[in-house]
């Protein structure tokens, strides 16, 4: 069932102010589905109407076949992980588990026997009794994680869940999160505003900006194939071109691009016509650096000069400045071991990359 | 280096003393002293109490006057009355500054700031002025009683003046900011996130105030009550200026005895029982709230 959280058509807003602009999306059952974008795009203010904090100005929001649009955040079976976790400071661990259960009015013995089975899923059996403010960063989290799970929630939402850890914390309590989603079969819906987070954790990431969807699609689908430059430039880093359409065959399209010099070939897209303006984008680490020409039929040769150059470790990263005075970025695995340079300041050389590897974009 | 260290010592020791000092100059000498005169018999003379010592130098000292005062209903009345009376308006201001405090410290920054200014204005006139005021309010002529009469709600003005309502409005009203004020402090700080993470939990928003927001305004509560009830305790202008002459306070008894009277071992009696009242309550409270601190530590 693809719409277990149908939003239809939601808008809020703040006075003049759009936060939320008339978005659509269905999130699968058991899905870990991230909302990503800047601060102030309105991933926070949908989230909060998920959770039942904010009613929408417009739209309706389903989850699981029931309208929950106007339901009180307390009705809802939708729990959520807050980005400070609203751990509360005056019960113990063991109590914060346990509060969601007590409004339930939950038997004691049954509250007693799930908060242990919480306390052994987060892994924080021996910290039962222990106050807030005697937990570290990572242990808060999961306080908040179990608090919001032992529910049982249709849904649970997650905003930033990972922000207020430092990074080593954070890349372990990543794969954390994504086995507990796989064991529980929860639909985990997490807002981020790191691309990296969304990319690991993510079956499905929603690109957010003021208030739309700039686009929607697994991690991949939106890295190797996004369908505008805010998307492009979001996620990781992109060398465009400014070109206009010549040719739009069955496979993709030729464009020419004076930046460029030369006709750039790329995957095409439906609804593209001849005499277009649009841009060709290539991701840095699928162009090749060469001080011969490349010989390889089909590929885009451009010829350029290394402007500059960083030795990353693992690999290596250049600007070329092409004969236009574009400059463009290529980065280039470290495969062998080697005390001197391969490349120069100022050295003449060859970029090149295939048509495959280019994207269309539009706007 | 070393001279340094001594020098930091030195320092060290100066700014510790110097409060210890200003509590022993105002507050153990003259406590001392009050103490010594509640010891003494009243005798028409200049000071008008014996000395400690007979001439001998034999200690004479009698506890006549805190045996006086627990015996003669008049006094023990007037503690009670006086219990009542300050409990009755903190738990007034308590109920009007709740909601108050919690209007600010939830308000945007701008208006926040603006409304603690009117809280604390009515600091810039005179105490006493304020006090007069109520007077002109509360009068058979004053303005509440015209207002009902033009209204046709009476048709014979209330008597509110020199009742124990008005001292009881008097006390509310003067100690109000003092509630609201610590109470403000411990709200603001307050997480939102929480009572909404309450709420995300199943409680009702009036489920998550009781659960969230009292305990921990619960700091700010215990002060503002403190900071409410110990002057109105001992309050003398209010009781004076708006109370009959039968409802008596301690306060005003205290100052009877003193200046009408002339009998300063009792009066001087008086004032070592209210400050035990006073004392003993917040000394249990404070080994309670230590107690809290270390359990949670």
Redesign the interface.
Known sequence: MKDFIHIKGISKLFGDFVAVDNVDLEIARGELFSILGGSGCGKTTLLRML???EVPSSGTIEIDGTDVTHQ???DRP???M???Y?I???MDVAKNIA??LR??GVAKQEIDKRVGEMLELVQLVDFRNR?P?QLSGGQRQRVALA??LI?QPKVLLLDEPLAALDKKLREQTQFELMNIQDELGITFVVVTHDQEEAMTLSSRIAVMNEGRFKQVGTPKEIYEFPHNRFVADFIGTINTFEAVVTVVNEDGIEAYSDEAGETLSALGRQLIEVGQNIEVAVRPEKIFISKEKPEEAGDVCIEGVVDDLGYLGNRSLYRVRLNSGKMVQVSSQNRRRSITRFLEWEDKVWISWRPRSAVVLLD | MTANAKNDETWRRVAVAVPYLWLFVFFLAPFAIVFKISLADPVIAQPPFTASFDEQGNLAASADSFRFLLTDKLYVITYLRSVLMAGGATILCLALGFPMAYGIARSNPATRNLLLLLIVLPFWISFLLRVYAWMGLMNNHGVINNFLMWLGAIDKPIQFMYTDFAVFVGLAYSYLPFMILPLYASLERM?L??V?????????RT?AFW??TW??ARAGVIAGCLLVFIPAMGEYVIPYLLGGPESLLIGRVLFDEFFVNRDWPLASAVAIILLLLLVVPIVVLQRYQARDQES?A
């Open positions: 959770a039942g904090f009180a955040p307390y939708v729990n959520m807050f980005q400070s609203a509360f400071p005056h509060y969601g409004k339930e106050k403010e608090r919001a529910k | 997480d996130s929480l909404e993470a309450a709420q995300d939990l199943g409680a009702t489920r659960d969230v305990p921990l949670a």
